[in-house]
């Protein structure tokens, strides 16, 4: 395996707030819970995995001038990521609540703030040449705000000769733009990292391998992440590849694995790594994300 090349990361930078109640929610009244603090967003997630591994690795995206942009940027430049960030002077910095229940259901209460507003101006001439991959977090490209943005980010380092990945992000608000717009947005990428339920929504094909060989007429590559199921990889003219997950486990500390399993997969194969070496690595790395609180590889 050879040293990836540098990887650009365009996307979502949030703070993200941890509950985990202790018991059954009661209506209006006090319960027990663990709350915790931890760096968040879906791009600066995958940017802070890659640096973890040794990937040199530039975040680009959008806070607010409040301390919580500056502790965002913080943890990212702890974790070896080269920040790349906008100040808005009108928005906060992107927030998330996560809500663990008793029973290990989960609700996600996002205010996107700054990373919503991402302008084609915020994205560094100097970050987009040939030898470098983009890597996109899908969410610049479900919000309005910073649709441009995101669309930008693609033509730019496709001009520039870079291969480009990109992560669909979240299902419902995907529903909500529609698959095909969001693929006609793009275009014809390198690789594409939905979720099962994300890939469904692109392709309206409700088994994965199905909707990954719809997604490859999109792009050369598509890895389907199935949570505990593990993932499968398809490419065009070639059999689906599946691997198992890692730790088949159910567990209410899932918040960011999608994320971390991404940066596995962009280290390995980037790398020169098979198929089924990188699937395997990036299963690996995502179980290491279930395994305790926080989607990173540390605390904010």
């Avoid at 694995?257 to 699937?279: C, M, N, Q, Y």
Wanted: proline share 9%.
């Amino acid at each position: 395996m050879t040293r990836p090349p540098p990887v650009v990361v365009v996307g979502d930078l949030l703070t993200d707030v941890l509950v985990r109640a202790d018991t059954p929610r009661t209506h209006a009244s006090d319960a027990p819970a663990a709350v915790s603090v931890h760096g968040g967003g879906s791009g600066g997630n995958v940017a802070a995995w890659l640096a973890t591994l040794g990937v040199p690795v530039t975040f680009v995206g959008r806070v607010g001038t409040d301390r919580y942009g500056t502790a965002a940027e913080d943890g990212l430049v702890a974790a070896g990521v080269r920040t790349e960030l906008a100040r808005d002077p009108d928005a906060p910095t992107g927030a998330c609540v996560v809500l663990v229940h008793a029973d290990g259901e989960r609700d996600f209460l996002v205010d996107p703030g700054a990373s919503a507003r991402l302008a084609p101006a915020d994205l560094p001439v100097a970050c987009f040449a040939p030898g470098r991959h983009l890597h996109l977090s899908g969410y610049p490209v479900l919000h309005a705000g910073s649709r441009p943005a995101a669309v930008a980010a693609v033509e730019r380092a496709r001009s520039a000769g870079m291969t480009v990945s990109v992560d669909p992000a979240s299902a419902v608000p995907l529903a909500e733009l529609g698959g095909a717009r969001f693929l006609d947005l793009l275009g014809p990428v390198d690789l594409l990292l939905p979720n099962a339920e994300e890939a469904a929504v692109l392709t309206g094909e409700a088994e994965p391998a199905a909707a990954g060989a719809v997604l490859t007429r999109h792009a050369r590559e598509v890895v389907v992440t199935l949570g505990p199921g593990g993932a499968l990889w398809c490419e065009d003219g070639s059999p689906a590849v599946r691997v198992p997950a890692d730790l088949v486990v159910d567990s209410p500390e899932s918040t960011g694995a999608g994320d971390a399993f991404a940066a596995g997969w962009l280290h390995s194969r980037l790398g020169g790594a098979e198929p089924p070496v990188a699937l395997r690595a990036a299963c690996a790395l995502a179980a290491r994300v279930v395994s305790r609180p926080g989607a990173r590889p540390g605390r904010m």
